[in-house]
């Protein structure tokens, strides 16, 4: 359990952080956002009428007729749309997040503690996965299983998963000569109980910070792959399908385009904040400098 020092100690740097602040709270709207749509009467994300096509922004934001953020051209409301779209985009980060770093963090542990020819089998297939574009990976997985959301999160962990394997490998080399690390081995411990009990708790600091970062990267590339075609499928909306599917139109009705890009950029740089200031925060060089 965390012991109550250390909240305290975190709610200040948190409060000391600008950036770390903003990130935290722009995070937790976007969560509340997603979660809305399941407890508010909000128009229908996916039918639409063509007589409110492209509508512009309307600012009466409590009658029930109104479009605060317009219409797309399908007539279809943006702001309900950008709503259901988070819950698409913290829907895959956190799966593609949460996959990618158990394989990562698994590989990573045995490949440092181990070393050896384990350790030059497990980096080489490191290696080969970094050397297969993205694109082609989506369409080889997309071409063998057809395009779907479990689909589009395997696709992003299995480009996430090797940045936690190089990280936790290193982080392991430096800890295994240690000597509580040891001392456990000479008391008989097995490898996976050295790796549990000693070498998982000092290396989840690292993997926490790359995680929200991770996240950022994840989002964006949803959106990328979604905007291509070989991500989310229509009718349902994401990101960026609502990019590709308003860029036709953005001379003439901007709010089809900018209202989901400004999600995309918020959100990415807001996780962005969050990862540094959880990078500074744990770093031990600012804290035995009195930062």
């Known amino acids: 359990m965390i012991r109550a020092d250390g909240l305290r100690s975190l709610g200040r ?26 407890l508010l009467p909000l128009p229908d994300p996916v039918h639409g009428n063509l ?9 009466r934001f409590f009658t029930l007729s109104s479009h605060p ?28 997040v949460l996959m990618g770093g158990v394989v990562g963090v698994l590989v990573g542990m045995i490949s440092g503690y181990a070393g050896g020819i384990t350790d030059r089998v497990l980096m080489r297939l490191v290696d080969m996965q970094l050397s297969i574009p993205l694109i082609l990976l989506a369409l ?13 999160i395997i696709v992003l962990a299995l480009t996430s998963w090797i940045r936690y394997a190089r990280l936790v490998r ?8 240690q000597e509580f690390v040891l001392s456990a081995a000479a008391v008989g411990a097995g490898p996976w ?14 993997i926490l910070v790359i995680a929200t970062l991770e996240f950022s990267r994840v989002i964006l590339l949803e959106a990328s792959l979604s905007f291509l075609g070989l991500g989310v499928q229509p009718p349902w909306p994401s990101w960026g399908r609502m990019l590709a599917e308003g860029r036709t139109y953005i001379a003439t009705a901007w709010w089809v385009t900018t209202f989901p890009g400004l999600a995309i950029v918020l959100t990415v740089m807001s996780a962005n904040f969050v990862g540094d200031w959880l990078r500074d925060f744990f770093d031990p060089k600012l804290h035995s400098t009195g930062e």
């Open 170 to 177: 290193g982080q392991v080399l430096a800890l295994r000569r």
């Open 69 to 96: 953020l317009g219409t797309d051209q399908l007539g279809r409301d943006m702001f309900s749309r950008l709503l259901f779209g988070s819950r698409v985009s913290i829907t895959v980060g956190c799966a593609a």
């Open 51 to 59: 007589l409110q096509r492209l509508k512009p922004p309307s600012y």
């Open 140 to 152: 080889m997985v997309i071409a063998a299983a057809g395009p779907s959301l479990g689909n589009l």
């Open 193 to 206: 109980h050295i790796l549990r009990y000693y070498l998982l708790p000092n290396v989840l600091t690292p």
């Open 13 to 38: 740097s948190l409060a000391a952080s600008k950036i770390g602040l903003i990130g935290w709270v722009v995070l937790l709207l976007l969560l509340l956002g997603a979660l809305s749509t399941y």
